[in-house]
């Protein structure tokens, strides 16, 4: 008898067990928890909902862009956009509609996700397969980019499981300070500072911009607005950017899923803003969208 009791104990917790996977696989599948946890976060975090301010110029698929499309910056010095792929790996300058100027093919690279304009030709391209991101100059009529020929990189190696590395880059010009998101497991925001004026290096996790932000499931990249000294989070399992302050406190947000013309941004990877304010977003294969205020 003891015995029998202990055989239904047990059944009874596999399939306890077992039904609160499934339940939770489920809503994480549908974004459904994301969700649930940015509506009630949202409301203790002073909700202002961009999209009430924010005018949807133009959604397009880049044709000449196969696939992999993952990140994007733009340059104040070219008044362009340079845009980024994995696989095939290149760099692709782009007008500010999401016209192809220029391709440049990335030699020596693996996995490159996301790439940020530093100052002058100055960029810096994240290669999550490497776990480093370099350093490289991109000069005027330039069509290839050899990984030796970095100038800086440095190696983080935050991830536990592969393909859930580093996804996005971008730069703080007034500190010298690179921004990088690890994608998840662990979900994590890491600062470099130091590298371009040649000072000893100050590597740390900035667990503040975290903390208030749970609802975004995944991080797929970072952009600092060097104008509004801002913060811009995008999540590709959420398909929410948030806009957040230095300390990491909510400031408003863009939910991609919210309107029905948007549906083709399918995987929003990469995401920068120009000197007008107006915000770019690239996503798997090929999408790209320009949002204006």
């Known amino acids: ?19 609160f996977l499934l339940l939770f696989l489920l809503l994480d599948y549908g974004d459904l928890d994301d969700k649930y946890l940015f509506n009630v976060s949202s409301d ?3 909700k202002i909902d961009t999209q ?3 005018n949807i110029e133009f959604l397009k698929v880049i044709t000449e862009i196969e696939d992999n499309l993952s990140g ?6 070219t008044d ?3 845009a980024i792929t994995n696989a095939p790996r290149f760099v692709y300058e782009l007008s500010k509609k999401g016209e192809i100027l220029r391709t440049i093919e990335l030699l020596g690279f693996n996995d490159t996700e996301d790439i940020t304009y530093i100052e002058d030709d100055l960029f810096a391209i994240v290669d999550e397969e490497n776990k480093t991101f370099y350093v490289v100059r991109i000069k005027e009529n330039q069509t290839s980019i050899n990984i030796f020929e970095s100038i800086k990189q440095v190696k983080l190696d935050y991830n536990y499981f592969e393909n859930f590395g580093l996804e996005g880059i971008t730069y703080n010009k007034s500190k010298d300070e690179f921004y990088l998101v690890n994608e998840r497991l662990p979900k994590k925001v890491i600062s470099v500072e130091g590298l371009m004026s040649g000072k000893t290096l100050k590597i740390k996790t900035l667990d503040n911009l975290i903390k208030n932000n749970y609802y975004l499931s995944d991080l797929s990249a970072i952009h600092f607005d060097n104008t509004k000294k801002e913060l811009f989070l995008l999540s590709d399992e959420s398909k929410i950017l948030a806009m957040v302050n230095q300390e990491g406190d909510f400031i408003s947000f863009f939910d991609i899923k919210a309107d029905p013309y948007l549906s ?11 000197n007008d ?15 204006s205020k």
């Open 1 to 19: 008898m003891p015995n029998l009791r202990i055989t239904k104990a047990i059944k009874y917790l596999l399939s306890t067990f077992f039904f």
């Open 44 to 46: 203790n975090l002073k």
């Open 52 to 54: 009430k301010s924010l």
């Open 72 to 77: 994007v910056t733009y340059s104040p010095k």
């Open 80 to 82: 362009t956009l340079f």
């Open 264 to 274: 083709k941004m399918i995987h929003p990877e990469g995401v920068t803003t120009d």
């Open 277 to 291: 304010g107006n915000i770019y977003i690239v996503g798997e294969p090929n999408i790209f969208l320009s949002l």
